[in-house]
């Protein structure tokens, strides 16, 4: 089957007349081929996007939340037919699939609700008689980038914010996960959005992406990926406001007095849930080496019930494409060759002679310099990390360029307010593992994790509109401001 470009309300072929294929991980099967578009077809989608922008910026926000309340409808009523379909395009277990889509009904929900706030605020002139207000306006056409690891919640992190705020849209999605961005749009379409509201390409980041990050009538661009390609993108993105979502090598500390069955669960989930392809995905443990003997052995018991295999019936599903598969192998050679100790897994694994599979991986008596310790692998593969003290547990997790999640598990409220202070990350979880976010708070990380945006939440509102500053003097003179005669 073959699939096309979405563009002023229209599904067509790129000019180019190339195509590319996207495969099931779990079975190598084609699913699908798509356009291998160039930066003409980017150019008319951002055309189409142009065009519509002043009619779309003119519905008033509340009747712009209406369309975004029929796509979480939709999305409700294609909730499992969407997720099975990431099962088979991304690879993630069904559960995770279906979490996935709610996170998008969630926050199609969430923004549809913004649409009757977009606040600005009101203060006081320093002169009589006059009136300051700041009004949140959309920023125009704008573009987004988004990567494979959640097909769905991702793309619609960046679209309903977008749209709420009375901006346009082009959207380019992972070229792994094309058929579960189209899925989306239909769905968008099928809400009624008007035409060229928005507009969706596929092709490759070279081309189709590279062309949304310099094109001179796109005034935003948000992007979620790696730290190479958003170094990219800032770089090359020009004046334009620019929103990255980058990788991270995220981190659970384990204190002595933590409940060590709460924190094996943790763990488990924060590092192979997803098969270890999330941003938040828990990398690194920490853990106090008066428990240190005891919380592995618990891990390795808890590992081994864990069934790899297709989506639909397994714990652990595939990595998303070949080139994954060859990182985690290459960092188990990394890891050994570093000294690390290998507690279990490290290999690669078939399932009917297919897929990319990667068992779950622990390494042990892993030191904090090791690039198994500060590279992002983005596979089933954990660092176990020994420390005696707090204080050292924190220096260790604040040890690397990233900054996005961290958790520790402690009975010790101060332990836990000191953890929230000092460890350097966007986000901090208590006696709960480093994955798992909410629509309604922000977002993001810190250092080499993102450019300070934030994405969901109220600033999510902040990424896709400009505030403007209103005075309003009714006077009826000439009234200067700063005391000036
Ligand atoms: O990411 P890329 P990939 C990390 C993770 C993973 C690695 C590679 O470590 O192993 O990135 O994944 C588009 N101009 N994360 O290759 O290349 C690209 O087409 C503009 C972490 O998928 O960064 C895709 O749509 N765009 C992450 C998007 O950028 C370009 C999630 C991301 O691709 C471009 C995914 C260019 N020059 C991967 N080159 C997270 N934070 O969750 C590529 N793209």
Redesign the pocket.
Known sequence: MEYKNYINGVWVSSKTGKKFESLNPATEEVIGKFQKSDREDVRKAVLSAKNAFPAWRDIPAPKRAEYLWKIRDLLIKEKERLARLEVKEMGKVISEARGDVQEAIDVFEYMAGEGRRLFGNTTKSELPNKFAMTVRNPIGVVGL??????PIA?PAWKIAPALICGNTIVF?????TPLCAIELIKIIEKAGIPRGVVNLITG???D???E??RNKDIYAVS????????E??LK?AGIKKVGL????KNVIIVMDDANLDLAVSGVLFGAFGTTG???TATSRVIVHDKIKKRFETELLKRIKKLKIGNGISSDVGPL?NK??LE?SIKYISIGKKEGAKLLCGGKPRRINGKGFFFEPTVFTNCRSGMKICQE???GPVLSILGVKSFDEAVKVANGVEYG?SSAIYTENMNYAFQAIEKLETGLTYINSSTIGSEVHLPFGGVKG?GNGTREAGILGIEEFSEIKTVYFDYSGKLQKAQGLK
């Open positions: 980038i988004a990567p494979w690891n959640f991702i380019k999605p992972s070229s792994d490759s980041g070279e189709v992406g590279d949304i990050i992007f979620t990926g790696s730290k190479a390609t958003g990219y993108v090359n979502e980058l990788g991270g392809q999330r941003c998303i080139s994954a990182k992002e692998i983005f996005l994790t």
